[in-house]
Each structure stands twice: as structure tokens, then as C-alpha cells.
């Protein structure tokens, strides 16, 4: 049954591939290139991590294609879906989204587990999985974001979209998925019992949603309303954000805000390298 599933995964993967690779080659070169190749970058960084052991190629790929791909497209067509439902008004970015985002990415750890089931051995291998599903999400994400930042600022948007959603929060979508891939490397590396493994992946799962939901409503919505500048409640935005808050305050509440969990995963991924 698992083999099963992972086969009809591997097949939606491509087709989403094949969806989005339109939609790249649409988007003109430069805003694909910002969009693609900080993701890109990162992943490099997340390798790192697990250096010590040679995982297979196939299943990173995968874990990030299914996140661009699969995961993206899901992710959008429901939220859009939620948008148009009359009544929800703030709850779908502040809470209905980051579930359907975090459901939606760590489905590529699921797939990783039916087609490749030695590649999760442990929390650090789960880490590694969820993040590069998470970059792969963030990649097709920014593809719309850039575009849109594009047209309303032109060369300077664009720049400030790159700076802050492409480097500052670079790792956001691939912490968040990361949380769900420590406790599903936690869970099916030990070999324990099934109820057992739900619990423990439900538990990753719904911190995953909690963290997301929180910056969600928290920290981005701080960071819109310090980059809009308006001189008050209401009041139409300033025709660019003041640099220091650019290039100061900003990173300083991303870092406040995303450092924690950075830090709690590197310590799992370090304790994890020890043991």
C-alpha cells in the first residue's frame, strides 16, 4: 500500500513539476532567477548539516520538487479556495493557511517515506527532508511575490522583495517543515508503535501550524505595517520603507522571532550527529 501511494506520489510530483516549470519559464528571467536561486542556496547550507552521511540524491530532489511542485500548487488552489468563502475574513492567513501550507509540504516527507522508507532514519535526516520541502515551497512561492513586487516598484520593489523574502526570511517555510521532519524522523527512526508514531508526528505537525500561524499574525503583520510607514490608522503607505527599518529593524524581529527554532533545530540536528 505504501509503495502504491508512493508511486501516485511520484506521479503528481511530476506533473506539478511540469506545471511550474511553465510557470517559470513565463516569468521573465531575472524575477525567476531572484525567486529560484536563494532557495537554491540555502538548501546547499541545509546539506550541510548531515555532511557525515552520503544521502541519496533522488530523495532530496524529490522532497524539494515535491515542495515546489506539488505542495505549492495544492497550497494555493485551497487558499484561493478559503479566500472566496465568505465570512473567514483574517483567519485564512492568520490560521487556516499555515495549516493547509504545513499539511501540504509535509506531505512530501510521506511520500519520502513510502518511496525511499531507510531515507528517514532519525530527527536530523527529518530536518534535512522537511526543509528542503519547505525551500522547494518558498521557490515557487516568491515567483508570484516577485512578480507582483515587480510591477508595483518596479527594479527597487523587486530588490526589497529579494532582501526580505528571499534572504531575511529565506528559511522560514523550511523551519517550519522542519519541525514536522524531526518528529517524523523521530517517530519512524525508533521503530515504535503506530499510534505511537501519529502522536509524535501530530504533536511536530501542530507545532509546525502554531509557529507558522504566529508569525503569520505577528511578526509579518508587524513587519507590513513597519514597512508600510503610514502616518496613521488608514492612512495610504510611504512610497518606500525608511532604510533603517529596512536594514535594521526588520532582521532584528525576524531574528527575535525565528531564532529560537533555528536554534532548537540545529541543537536536535547537533545532538542527533553525536549520538
Request: hydrophobic share 55%.
Amino acid at each position: 500500500m505504501m509503495r502504491r501511494a508512493g508511486g501516485v506520489g511520484v506521479l503528481v510530483a511530476l506533473l506539478g513539476t511540469f506545471i511550474v516549470s511553465g510557470q517559470v519559464v513565463a516569468t521573465p528571467p531575472l524575477i525567476a532567477a531572484a525567486a529560484l536561486l536563494p532557495p537554491l542556496g540555502w538548501a546547499g547550507l541545509v546539506l550541510l548539516l548531515d555532511r557525515r552521511t552520503r544521502e541519496p540524491w533522488a530523495p532530496l530532489c524529490a522532497s524539494f520538487l515535491w515542495g515546489a511542485a506539488a505542495a505549492a500548487l495544492v497550497a494555493a488552489e485551497v487558499n484561493d479556495a478559503l479566500l472566496a468563502t465568505h465570512g473567514l475574513g483574517d483567519a485564512v492567513p492568520k490560521l487556516l493557511g499555515p495549516a493547509v501550507e504545513e499539511l501540504a509540504k509535509a506531505s512530501a516527507l510521506l511520500v519520502v517515506l513510502a518511496v525511499w522508507p531507510g531515507a528517514l532514519n532519525d530527527p536530523l535526516d527529518g530536518i534535512v527532508y522537511g526543509a528542503l520541502a519547505g525551500l522547494g515551497f518558498a521557490a515557487t512561492e516568491n515567483l508570484g511575490y516577485y512578480t507582483l513586487a515587480a510591477l508595483q516598484g518596479g527594479a527597487p520593489g523587486l530588490t526589497r522583495a529579494l532582501w526580505l523574502r528571499g534572504l531575511l526570511q529565506g528559511m522560514n517555510h523550511a523551519a517550519f517543515t522542519a519541525t514536522v521532519g524531526a518528529a517524523v524522523g523521530w517517530a519512524y527512526g525508533g521503530g515504535g508503535r503506530r499510534p505511537a508514531r501519529a502522536a509524535i508526528v501530530l504533536v511536530g505537525l501542530a507545532l509546525a501550524v502554531v509557529v507558522h500561524a504566529v508569525w503569520n499574525a505577528v511578526a509579518s503583520e508587524t513587519i507590513t505595517q513597519l514597512l508600510c510607514g503610514a502616518p496613521m490608522p488608514g492612512a495610504a503607505c510611504t512610497p518606500a520603507p525608511a532604510p533603517f527599518d529596512l536594514l535594521v529593524t526588520v532582521p532584528v524581529l525576524v531574528a527575535t522571532f525565528m531564532g529560537p527554532l533555528a536554534l532548537v533545530l540545529l541543537a536536535i540536528a547537533t545532538r542527533t550527529k553525536r549520538i
